[in-house]
């Protein structure tokens, strides 16, 4: 026996929370009703309500029950494990996001950043046998998340990208693709003997920027001397451009505002260098990158292997479930409060003894 789900076990702690807080409820209750009808005379009282304590724990032990079930229930017992084989297909994928501060422009609402981090949080969802790696990149290039299909880890490495990411400001293209294509033909613990994994590899370049620092041009054309396919995504405009934030206002130098326009020419010039590379000039538009991501991946070649084997359980959070829901059917049926009882009819004796 096992729990698929074990984090959900912390609820079985909160079930002598209920018990207590339930007597505690008691208790008070019992008190109040004793100063309202008279203190400790109230017992001699038939007409005042009083609680039954030994009702009121079952009632208590009842909830404190169905919460310990129920997160049972929650932490998916498992039992009976059996190996099955799982076969996998897809693509290497390294997604290069670009957090320089130019990103914080707001023709993209809300930001070309997060608009950037929608559409790779998108790719995902469309994601089926592709292992993924995240890279931010501005001034200089960090690996967020390596390659994994622990899709968990890298939804929470593209949640947490910001300028910050990254020590140092500008837009390095180049350096970027470099580290990408460095973390692609290092990990290679997939490979097969006789398998070319050069032939499985993507990069997607989410940008508004330009570099003539550090040669994407060049850095791309190496890239596909390894057979690495480059996807390009230009975010904001390449017209009127937008200004760069710097805290509550925006950028300027020698009086005149900063602005960033995104280079076409350039993006399109690092796709094409790469064999099946494509340029999307998404502007100050929008892009179904899981749309465009399936596409892409069905127009090019996939490789198929077999990871390690998964151990399949035979589920058995039925029953606590069950038992949780049984306790909360009967736990109202039990009343916690006797009725009071109702006084004894005087009867009317006569001087002389005898009854009225």
């Known amino acids: 026996m096992r729990f698929l789900e074990p984090l959900q076990l912390w609820w079985i702690a909160g ?5 207590l807080l339930g007597w505690w409820a008691f208790e008070r209750s019992r008190a109040g009703l004793a100063r309202f009808f008279g203190g400790a005379d109230a017992r001699s009282r038939p007409w005042a309500p009083h609680s039954s304590r030994a009702r009121t724990l079952v009632r208590s032990v009842l909830v404190a029950a169905s919460v310990a079930c129920l997160g049972v229930g929650l932490a998916r017992p498992a039992y009976n494990p059996k190996p099955q084989p799982v076969q996998r297909s897809g693509r290497d994928v390294v997604f290069l ?7 914080l422009a707001t023709d993209l609402r809300p930001s070309r950043l997060e608009r950037a981090k929608l559409a790779v ?5 469309a994601a089926q046998g592709e292992r993924v790696g995240v890279v931010a990149f501005a001034g200089s290039a960090v690996v ?3 390659l994994t299909t622990d899709f968990a880890f890298a939804r929470l490495a593209i949640d947490n ?4 990411s990254v020590s140092r400001g500008g837009t390095a293209i180049g350096d970027a693709i470099r580290t990408a294509q460095t973390l692609l033909e290092s990990d290679s613990q997939d490979a097969a003997p006789g398998v070319d994994l050069s032939r499985y590899r993507d990069i997607v370049i989410l940008t508004d920027g330009e570099d003539h620092e550090t040669n994407p041009l060049e850095a791309a054309r190496e890239a596909a001397k390894g057979n690495i396919r480059i996807i390009t995504i230009g975010l904001g405009s390449d017209v009127a451009g937008a200004p760069v934030p710097a805290g509550r206002s925006v950028l300027e130098y020698e009086g005149q ?3 960033s326009r995104m280079n076409p020419d350039s993006l399109r010039q690092i796709a094409e260098a790469t064999p099946g590379g ?6 100050t538009g929008s892009i179904e990158l899981d749309s465009v991501y399936r596409r892409l991946m069905r127009e090019a070649e996939q490789r198929s292997f077999e990871s390690a084997p998964a151990m399949k359980y035979t589920e058995a ?3 606590p479930l069950l038992a949780a829901f049984a306790f909360l059917v009967v736990e109202p049926l039990l009343s916690g409060r006797r009725s009071p009882r109702a006084p004894r009819p005087h009867t009317a004796v006569d001087t002389q003894g005898g009854a009225a």
């Open 257 to 259: 505002v900063v602005k």
């Open 278 to 283: 494509r340029f999307f000039n998404v502007g």
């Open 97 to 103: 996001v670009d957090v320089s501060r130019s990103m």
């Open 161 to 164: 990208l910001s300028p910050e």
């Open 144 to 146: 967020k998340c390596p």
């Open 15 to 19: 079930a002598p929370l209920v018990l």
């Open 121 to 125: 949080q998108d790719a995902l969802e």
């Open 317 to 319: 959070f039925q029953a």
